[in-house]
């Protein structure tokens, strides 16, 4: 039934004293109105498609108005997404290196020794574990200021991640002390490896560097590295193997500073 005849029927004076005629005619104006806005939006999305440009003025403006609330929105949630992408990005991060010399932190370092010793297990590949201490660091501290101390041990941590293998992991184990984990290479190897660290310290131009002082550098001397030595074996654990470290690093300090020693337990 066509609109014209459905108000034909409206007006029909024998309908006029039914009880039903005011809900029939209600139904009737209301999907009228839901019919126009059909069509309003169907000329708008016509318009949107390129076909046909026929909407109101007013349903422009309207189509305006959400456009671009809808693109509004769309950047906001763009914005938020990347941000918290980055956010991620950020904390996944530093949940893994230290803030100061963007060496990797302890809580790496553990993980990758983890990793190394199952690796050592299943198919005995060999490592060697490393600690280096900065010598009279305390020295320097109290000396110098905090501020100068972490300038040495930035430059220090960068001069570290320019020596070391990609396969290596160098992290900052806690305070002046850093951790260098050394893959497929026997305790000798590994001895000439961080000598040539030490060596390397040793020559480092503090001049381009430190900026505390016009004579900063020539009160500081020349900085230098202890370092203790050990390689896994078989049936301990990494923290044994570190202890073992330690306990040659102590004997490097022990013995004169500038050093290394390595511990040769149960070679």
Not at 4 to 9: A, P, Y
Not at 181 to 192: F, Y
Not at 194 to 201: S, V
Request: aromatic share 8%.
């Amino acid at each position: 039934m066509q609109d014209q005849e459905i108000e034909t029927l409206l007006q029909d004076p024998e309908l006029s004293n039914n009880p039903l005629l005011p809900i029939l005619r209600k139904l009737y104006e209301e999907t009228q109105e839901h019919k126009q806005q059909l069509q309003k939006l169907m000329r708008i999305s016509d318009a949107f498609d390129g076909r046909i440009f026929e909407e109101s003025n007013e349903a422009r403006e309207q189509f305006d108005k959400q456009s671009r609330r809808l693109q509004k929105i769309a950047r906001i949630s763009d914005m938020y997404q990347q941000n918290m992408v980055d956010v991620n990005e950020k904390l996944e991060y530093y949940a893994q290196h230290d803030v100061l010399t963007e060496l990797p932190n302890r809580r790496y370092a553990i993980d990758r020794l983890k990793e190394f010793e199952a690796m050592h297990k299943r198919k005995q590949v060999p490592f060697c574990i490393a600690l280096l201490d900065i010598d009279h660091f305390k020295v320097i501290n109290d000396k110098f200021g905090h501020e100068f101390g972490d300038k040495v041990l930035k430059i220090v941590a960068s001069e570290l991640k320019n020596i070391v293998r990609i396969t290596d992991v160098c992290s900052r184990w806690g305070g002046e002390e850093f951790l260098l984990i050394v893959p497929d290479l026997n305790i000798d190897a590994s001895k000439q490896m961080i000598e040539r660290i030490l060596e390397k310290i040793r020559r480092v131009d503090w001049k381009q560097y430190l900026e505390v002082s016009s004579n900063a550098p020539q009160l500081l001397g020349e900085l230098t590295l202890s370092a203790g030595l050990t390689t896994f074996q078989a049936g301990e654990s990494f923290d044994e193997t570190i202890k073992r470290a330690d306990k040659a690093l102590y004997l490097a300090k022990y013995s004169g500073r500038n050093r290394i020693e390595i511990d040769r337990s149960d070679f």
